[in-house]
């Protein structure tokens, strides 16, 4: 099974065996189809993914010769990266195998077992740490935040897990805000500045956001799916609107959930939100890796940064940054 896919001016064909991991992948880049290029004559895709299973061969993937350099530890494993080869390997809990390379855009997976949650963890958390880096190589560098826009002017909201990222982005749809992304955007710079590109991925939201927000309501009690931790959706579906492709950042607002209904924004120095943003850099090729850093202090120099504390009035917190953009 194969579809094609546009993420960031790149064309992406994702092959996978069966109908369940097709699945999840449409349920991820469903909003970025796009036509199969022209067989005669145009250039093929820029990136290929290829997942294999259930009943994959256990040795494909293979591992790159030589050894490999740790670069993040996972809890089924470490992220391995081969400098000789400039690949990335990953054999997770011997239940997914992926073999990343980046400069050729090419990710490869297999999954062997009939585990339910096998094909969410090939499809989203390795599927995207592969993703993240092979297009990091095309210039278009990942930033682990939400995307909106008000009045085509950019608000980039970072931060881990757990930070408030999806509520306040949440909130911001709900006030008026479009939507480029609620997980990932992927920057590219030129002579005119900074452009963010969105990847309208599904968003994920705790039981405490869907309590919140009564457009959520028919999430309460609902099963989580399997391997998820999280309820998801996409904001098409349930707030009817249509995601952004791209915008100019002007702001940087990165959240913080406190107690009380209060909200409210403070400066926050760019020296401060670069720090912040470091984690986003994976050490692999040097010269990538330095780019992908340089990127990060060019945004930070050529956006207002500013911190959210989040409080429980969703509203409110909207009305802070509407306020802020208006």
């Known amino acids: 099974m194969s579809a094609f896919y546009l993420l960031g001016g790149l064309v992406i064909e994702a092959r996978c ?5 097709a699945g999840h992948l449409e349920s991820r880049f469903g909003s970025l189809r796009t036509e199969k290029p022209s067989v005669t004559g145009g250039p093929g895709p820029d990136v290929v993914i290829e997942i294999r299973g259930p009943t994959a061969d256990r040795i494909w993937p293979a591992a790159p010769p030589g050894g490999l350099r740790t670069v993040y530890d996972a809890p089924g494993g470490p992220i391995g990266y081969s400098d000789a080869s400039d690949q990335i390997f990953v054999d997770y809990g011997g239940r997914v195998r992926l ?10 997976m297999a999954f062997t077992g009939a585990a339910p949650d096998d094909p969410v963890l090939a499809a989203y958390p390795l599927l ?6 092979t297009m990091k190589r095309f210039g278009r560098f990942p930033l682990h935040a939400a995307g909106l826009s008000l009045h085509g002017r950019g608000v ?45 991925d599904e968003i994920d ?6 309590a919140m927000v ?4 028919y999430l309460a009690g609902a099963p989580i799916r399997p391997g998820r931790e999280k309820h998801s959706f996409r904001v098409e579906d349930v707030f009817g609107v249509t ?21 409210e924004l403070e400066e926050l120095a760019p020296s401060d939100a670069l720090v912040a943003l470091l984690p986003n850099v994976l050490l692999t090729e040097p010269a990538a ?9 060019r945004l930070v120099r050529s956006v207002r940064c500013l911190r959210l504390r989040v409080g429980s009035d969703l509203d409110a917190a909207a009305a802070c940054v509407t306020d802020l953009v208006s």
């Open 17 to 21: 065996d069966g109908p369940e991991v």
């Open 99 to 108: 073999l990343c390379t980046p400069a050729r855009g090419l990710i490869e």
């Open 128 to 133: 995207t740490l592969a993703l993240v880096e």
């Open 156 to 200: 980039l909201v970072p931060g881990a897990s757990g930070a408030g990222k999806s509520t306040t982005t949440v909130a911001l749809v709900r006030a008026g805000f479009s939507f480029l992304s609620d997980d990932t955007v992927f920057l590219t710079g030129s002579e005119e500045g900074i452009w963010v590109a969105g990847f309208p």
């Open 205 to 210: 939201v705790t039981d405490t956001t869907v």
């Open 214 to 217: 009564p457009e959520l309501a």
């Open 243 to 263: 995601p952004l492709a791209g915008c100019r950042p002007e702001f940087l607002v990165a959240p913080e959930v406190v107690g009380g209904a209060r909200s």
């Open 289 to 297: 890796s330095q780019a992908h850093l340089d990127m990060l202090a």
